[in-house]
Nanobody, 122 residues
């Protein structure tokens, strides 16, 4: 499966951005989709994931500020980011996995996109 993320950019602290990721190449029936991020000089970290039909899970650092959603017919996953902080600055990558647990517990995925850069200025 190929994943293409978009929507990154430069925003001031407190602002909002919406990231989108489109999947192609195979059907994602039953698969979870999600987002990770990697800041400069840091390890990749889990952000949010959503199961095939229901169920979401967020990292504590973004809970209450970020919202993940999917359009199942279009094979897309979005990440609405509100109340952005400078520490949210990172390359955001979308991912696909057979289970939410793979992402949220093990930080892994079956397929990865190339990512989109989000920069939050103070």
């Amino acid at each position: 499966v190929q994943l293409q993320a978009s929507g990154g950019g430069l925003v001031q602290a407190g602002g909002s951005l919406r990231l989108s990721c489109a999947a192609s190449g195979r059907t994602l029936t039953g698969y979870a989709m999600g987002w990770f991020r990697q800041a400069p000089g840091k390890e990749r970290e889990f952000v949010a994931t959503m199961a095939w039909r229901t169920g979401t899970f967020y990292a504590d650092s973004v809970k209450g500020r970020f919202t993940i959603s999917r359009e199942f017919a279009k094979n897309t996953v979005d990440l609405q980011m509100n109340g952005l902080r400078p520490e949210d600055t990172a390359v955001y990558l979308c991912a696909v996995s057979r289970t939410m647990a793979t992402m949220r517990e093990y930080g892994g995925a079956d397929s990865w996109g190339k990512g989109t850069l989000v920069t939050v200025s103070s």
